[in-house]
């Protein structure tokens, strides 16, 4: 008996049947613009094999002007048409489904040629689009239709509509982006007249044995999006119009209240899917922030929904579903919603990958394959470098030992996780400590090694982390001073008026900590207060009357920097924004360009630029150091001293701009190759 009974169900669709109730989500990773066909093959594949019913690609635009940026993948051309054969023909070889989403992006598209309803540029992109006319909707229809039927030619089990996310069908829903007043504007009978006459066209090109799944927006969460009563009516023609199942758009691109950030609460808008229960026929998909076995199940036997979509879990564990199937969900690699490795990759022109799996999307390159001759590996550092190079090297099958002066796995993770809005990081360190207590591995907790300790192993890994940069301002060892270690490991006390020096991603993370007692990321009515989300039956989009009502600041706190560009510049490019919203809603001052003259009794003297101007006290009861980190790397250099060449990793090898993401990828190729 399992423990996802509703999760784990078949969906008979009528002409064929899924063999569980979980999609994975729409990603763009970039893979289908290497060209690189066996590469996006494998990775489709890989998911297959690990027992996800249905997947959905990445867009593919249905014509050049509705491409996501000048380049974007479609199926254009025969030779487009035979190179995607090759990916569907490796997905059903390994017993999956998988279908194409057509995305065609409207005034989203970073391109000059790009087109909407009535001309209103985005706020997110620079060019203003061209007004479609009559025969320029017409266009886009067969341009939408006719790329179905290449999905159908290409072997494709079906094709995603994309209606939502505030992409061009979207666009056409409601008046804020839609001012026209022919039959394709006014009235909302007109204004979904694209979307229908779309899902229409779709089903009589691929006739009735091919899934048409239409993705419509439930909540906008942007001002004049569309009414709950909309909503229901749009669905209610979607299904006449003949498609085969309604998944869930949450929130418009430019929308400026998250909906997949790591802070955004588990499950946070299945309650919206919920309503359309029952409205229509055809089977609903509920999304966003369902990253476990344990939430999915929950959501479909509460009513939710008849499927649940998941997305960039997938990247972090293609066997999800398969883990979940056997029994051992507490294998499954979670996805922590942190966007560091997918979205920013996206956004920044990179191929997407995973924090937490490197091998995601690099399944032809990043291959981990047993050892033919085994050695032992020493491993000095429990943290992300440390952890992901004993786990691979323990699978390859060497016999590793891993040592932490603390006691604990997990390194900086450890306080990663007491931020509030990363709750999502215990998840992560409960993992590894799951994975090495599973595995081979001999752990030495609260071990100092020593070379001589070392001497003995064949190789020696150095992930010894780092250690807080030492600012040396006059004043830095009174008693009013705390680093974040201090803060966030200690729970150091703090007074209530605080001045953090420096403000990269830890200066954010400890604001975040300082200001909020209560985390809104665990109590989902806290967190829709907070950042303004209502039931859209009771305000257009469900923006919530006068936006955001934030919980009053635990402290008053002063974030500051030396650089004197804006705050949270180099913060993650789709989450940055998130960080410096929810600081600004809580009364954070920030303060750029400034030197530090000094600390005293009174607080923080500061000036102003090169000429040192504006001097002046910050009044404070504590300053906290967040200046950044240098290398630990003192047992890397005692044993290069005495003739060893440990490899050296993580922060110990290059503390500036570490991350995780980069402690794991560099730790886990280590471990490949050793
Ligand atoms: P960081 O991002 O390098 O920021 C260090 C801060 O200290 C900067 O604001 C810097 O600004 C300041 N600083 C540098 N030298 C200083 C000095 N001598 N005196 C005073 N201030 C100084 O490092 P971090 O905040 O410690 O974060 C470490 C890594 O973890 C980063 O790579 C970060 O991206 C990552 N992280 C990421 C997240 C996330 O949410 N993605 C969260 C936490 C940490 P000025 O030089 O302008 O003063
Ligand atoms: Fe999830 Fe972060 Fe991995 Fe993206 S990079 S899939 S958000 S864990």
Known sequence: MTDYPHLLAPLDLGFTTLKNRVLMGSMHTGLEETKDWDRVAEFYATRARGGVALMVTGGMAPNREGGVFPGAAGLFSAEDIANHKIVTDRVHDAGGKIAMQILHAGRYAYSPDCVSPSGVKSPISPFPP??????????????????????????????????????????????????????????????????????????????????????????????????????????????????????????????????????????AFTWVTKKLMGEVSIPIITSNRINTPETGEDVLAEGCADMVSMARPFLADPHFVAKAEAGAPDEIAPCIACNQACLDHTFGGKIS?????????????????????????????????????????????????????????????????????????????????TMVSKSSITLQLETEATPSMLSDF???????????????????????????IDVLRAKAPVGKRVAIIGAGGIGFDVAEYLTTDDSPTIDLDAWMEEWGVTDPALRRGGVAEGGAKPEAPARQVTLLQRKSEKLG?????????????????????????????????????????EARENPRVIEVDTIVMCAGQVPLRSLADELIAIGRTPHVIGGADVAAELDAKRAINQGTRLAASL
């Open 130 to 267: 061209k007004e479609l006319d009559e025969d320029g909707i017409e266009k886009q229809i067969a341009d939408i239709a006719t790329a179905a039927s290449r999905a159908q030619d290409a072997g494709y089990d079906g094709v995603e509509i994309m209606g939502s996310e505030g992409y061009l069908l979207n666009q056409f829903l409601v008046t804020h982006t839609n001012k026209r007043e022919d039959r394709w504007g006014g009235s909302y009978e007109n204004r979904m007249r694209l979307p229908v006459e779309v899902v229409k066209r779709v089903r009589a090109a691929v006739g009735s044995n091919f899934i048409v799944i239409y993705r419509l927006s439930m909540i906008d969460l942007i001002p004049n999006g569309s009414t709950w009563d909309e909503v229901v009516l749009l669905a209610k023609e979607i299904e006449k119009a003949g498609a085969t199942i309604i998944n869930t758009g949450i929130g418009w691109h430019e929308a400026r209240i998250p909906t997949i950030a790591t802070s955004v609460p588990r499950r």
């Open 353 to 433: 990958t995973c924090l937490v799996n490197p091998k995601a999307c690099f399944e032809t390159e990043l291959v981990v394959t047993p050892t033919t001759s085994a050695k032992s590996v020493a491993i000095v550092g429990a943290g992300p470098a440390g952890l992901s190079a004993a786990l691979t090297a323990a699978e390859r099958g060497h016999k590793v030992t891993l040592f932490d002066k603390s006691h604990e796995l997990g390194g900086q993770l450890n306080m990663a996780k007491q931020v509030p809005g990363k709750e999502e990081f215990f998840g992560l360190v409960d993992w590894y400590k």
């Open 458 to 484: 064949d190789e020696v890994v150095i992930a010894t982390g780092v250690l807080p940069r030492d600012t040396k301002i006059d004043g830095q060892d009174g008693p009013n001073v705390v680093s974040y």
């Open 569 to 609: 510049k180099r913060l993650g490019k789709t989450t940055g924004w998130i960080h410096r919203a929810a600081l600004q809603m809580k009364g954070v001052t920030m303060i750029g360009g400034v030197n530090y003259e000094r600390i005293d009794a009174h607080g923080l003297h500061v000036s102003d630029g």
